[in-house]
């Protein structure tokens, strides 16, 4: 961008972003903004638009590290195309979730792995070779891979693999473990492995409470391993992964809030973050069931489900998924790992599934998972 368009730009972000100060966010998006062609940012989005896009500092971050004009180009035109209600789609997905594992060392009841259900998919691992097929195929559309699902990802000897080789194709990551399963060999390799940014499923401050959710974690254990990365980093003078103690809340350990985010911080944890949770499994179905019984819910569901638009989740055997909360075979659109992805992305599920938020649709041709939704039945309740 010369120098006459990037004054430009900064003038445009003042004026429209008065009452949000240029903190790093702001700036970490002057910078992503600046590799891009001033007449695409003008075409495809207004400045205040792409704010709201990236409010959120860690998507800023990823946006900076990881980005390029292909990459910044095909989230506009997806954004795009989500509001404009488009079905068969030119853009790609820039969110992607693959799992590593579908196998668990913990029984949580709000899970499906946890509780053995018995539609889900048999369990197993992803191979690094399956792996690098399925990367490749989207890997110049996104900024970043979750590589975490309905397992523990530590369990798969090849995630520090899975890792670097993201890391190397220009491709942040994201984990999320219960860290119950790691030793001095796997810090070495995880902090070695490049990962972005590592979430530690950590919901009490004691044995006693931790234990209710996570079955057979052991609190003590975790503790120690959370020593273990934070002083390897260190040693390694390494600034990444960054660590996030998440807690999720239930009635039952509320009361020990507090005293977790004072340990995370003693234990040098980058971030503590808390999210509501379900006790128990909670899928699409149950959710819908949630919102049939109580219909004020509605009344802040977003217009469309962006997933449709913006999202895959890739199991280990590469079954595709449209959405983060399906698991049953016969909830999938795909699979990634034998068939090309521009197949499967605007395939008759995929079109039928968009239509239901953009134009009139038999019901009957929506297929599972979506017809199982809580959009579906909003949609069916309106009479669409």
């Known amino acids: 961008m010369h120098s006459l368009g990037f004054s430009w730009f900064k003038k445009c972000l003042v004026q429209k972003t008065s009452k949000i100060l240029l903190t790093k966010v702001s700036w970490s998006l002057v910078t992503m903004i600046s590799i891009i062609n001033l007449h695409l940012l003008r075409h495809y989005i207004s400045i205040s638009k792409i704010m709201r896009l990236v409010a959120y500092q860690k998507y800023a971050f990823y946006i900076r590290k990881f980005g390029s004009t292909k990459k910044i180009k095909n989230l506009l035109q997806n954004r795009q195309e989500l509001k404009k209600g488009r079905t068969v789609l030119t853009s790609f997905p820039y969110k992607v979730t693959f799992d ?7 029984q949580c009841k709000g899970c499906h792995t946890g509780i053995k259900h018995p539609e889900m998919i048999k369990p197993q691992v992803l191979k690094f070779s399956d792996f690098k097929i399925m990367f490749d195929k989207i890997k110049d559309y996104v900024f970043s891979v979750s590589l975490y699902n309905w397992g523990e ?3 798969n000897k090849d995630i520090f693999k899975m890792i670097a080789y993201a890391t190397e194709n220009n491709v942040g990551t994201t984990m999320h473990s219960n860290f119950n399963f790691f030793n001095e060999e796997m810090a070495e390799k995880l902090v070695r492995s490049g990962l972005t940014h590592l979430y ?22 975790v503790l120690k391993n959370v020593e273990l990365l934070v002083r390897k980093k260190k040693e390694l003078k390494k600034k990444f992964p960054i660590v996030t103690w998440k807690f999720l809340t239930f009635d039952h350990n509320r009361h020990e809030l507090n005293l977790a985010k004072e340990k995370s911080r003693l234990l040098g944890v980058n971030d503590f973050e808390t999210f509501e949770a379900n006790p128990v499994l909670m899928d699409i179905r149950d959710e819908a069931k949630k919102y049939s019984e109580n219909p004020r819910l509605f ?9 449709l638009w913006s999202s895959i989740y890739v199991g280990p055997d590469g ?66």
Do not use: H, M
Request: some cysteine; hydrophobic content about 30%; proline content about 6%.
């Open 200 to 221: 530690l499923s950590i919901d009490g401050a004691s044995q006693d409470t931790y234990s209710i959710y996570r079955i057979n974690g052991d609190y003590n254990k």
């Open 100 to 106: 590593p594992s579908s196998l668990c060392n913990l």
């Open 299 to 307: 009344d802040n569901l977003s217009e469309k489900c962006s997933s």
């Open 153 to 155: 990802p530590l369990l």
């Open 319 to 384: 079954t595709l998924f449209p959405c983060s909360l399906a698991f049953r075979k016969e909830e999938s659109f795909g699979n990634l790992l034998t068939s090309d992805f521009k197949d499967i992305w605007n395939n008759k599920s995929y079109i039928n599934s968009r239509k239901l938020f953009t134009e009139p649709i038999n019901l009957s041709n929506v297929p599972i998972p979506c017809s199982t939704c809580k959009y579906f039945l909003r949609c069916k309740n309106k009479g669409r």
